[in-house]
């Protein structure tokens, strides 16, 4: 008998809590734009299984609209945009495979032009590996719904996973996040009574987002892959161009003209080349893809010339701060030494300084000056390894 005004307060708030939920009309929409970015970059419902879950999921979801059943329309709704979201990063992921594809193909034909092993240029064209295997594992669905016990261990080992991957949590931390997120909510809801359904929506949305973090890992992995492997494609053709020279010895002299007919000064130091402020974003120390060719010919000559070492100065304008300065002139010279190590020089013939705003070689007042001003400097040793003095 005195359990009766419990469950009857019970029913109250239960009732209570389904009228309150409003018409999910944010919802709607962006599960809407979900679905047209999806169809976008090319995902069609006869190869995505997950964009027939999308659709099916969000047909459903404007029925409850109208029937103004909010609560289901919301949930069918949330999970129509996770199920689109895959679909689509589904869809780019396999298109930079397809990418990569492209370029290993290209790498293969060129090294079969070169005929590797044969060619006086096969050990300049040695390190970087053209051979990519990258798998990815397919969604499935299951057949029937999981119960919310089921859904939540297995939305917690999904998250697991991706939380404990480095990659994932370097390509995509926002979407470990929310899958955090939800699986904290799920995990919550599963305490209380008659709340198993809002478990299950819960940890399928965690789910959903461990599944797109993967996919976003993957892209950026294969964005990496790609960036190194057109590298190694213009390496190849530039060394295939090469092979028409009769020896070393001529591929040597060639690459000494090469080298003086760049930007380069003789100095105290030795021989200057200087990599202007074009090849660094404004502030930042990557090296743009427009400074390939330069760092491959030299490369190329450091290969053929073992004795000779390099020092790599970085230099800044000076519009920020003493320390910042000297940091931001390290990093970009440490920048170009590791794009020579990536591609097989020893370490130990690179000798990385940075000197900040130091030793201008204009005037800062003008823009012009300070862009003359933020440079790196390759200083070349001479043919028995010896560098001029250091600033």
Known sequence: MTLRPLFAALAVVALAGCAADPAPNEQIRLTQQALEQAGAVGASTDESPELKLAEDKFARAKADMADQSYKHARMRAEQAELDAR????????????????????????LRKQLQLGESPMSPMIRGLSCVLLVG????????????????????GSDFQKVKEDANVLR????????????LARADRL????????????????????????REHTEQGLNAE??????????????????????????????LEEQIASLTTTQTDRGLVMTLGDVLFDTGDSELQNSANR?????????????????????????TGGEQENLKLSRDRAQAVADVLIDLGIDEKRIQVEGYGD?????????????AQNRRVEIVFSDEKGQLGAAR
């Open 86 to 109: 895959l679909a689509e990063a589904k869809i780019l992921t396999r298109k930079s495979q397809e990418q990569l594809n492209v370029l290993n193909t290209r790498i293969t034909r």
């Open 136 to 155: 990815s594992a397919a969604l499935g669905g299951c057949a029937s719904q999981p119960n919310s016990e089921q859904a939540l261990q297995q939305a």
């Open 171 to 182: 390509f995509a931390p926002k979407d470990v996040i929310r899958a955090g997120e939800s």
């Open 190 to 213: 599963s305490s209380y009574w008659g709340s198993g359904a809002d478990v299950v929506h819960y940890a399928y949305l965690s789910q959903r987002y461990s599944a797109i973090a």
């Open 225 to 254: 892959r790609g960036t190194k492997l057109e590298l190694e494609r213009q390496r190849l053709q530039l060394a295939l161009r090469e092979n028409k020279l009769a020896s070393v010895q001529q591929q040597g002299k060639w």
């Open 294 to 318: 330069t760092v491959l010919k030299i490369v190329q000559f450091l290969q053929l010339n073992p004795k000779r070492v390099v020092r790599i100065e970085g230099y800044t304008d000076n």
């Open 358 to 370: 130091q030793y201008p070689v204009e005037a800062n007042a003008s823009e012009r000056g300070r």
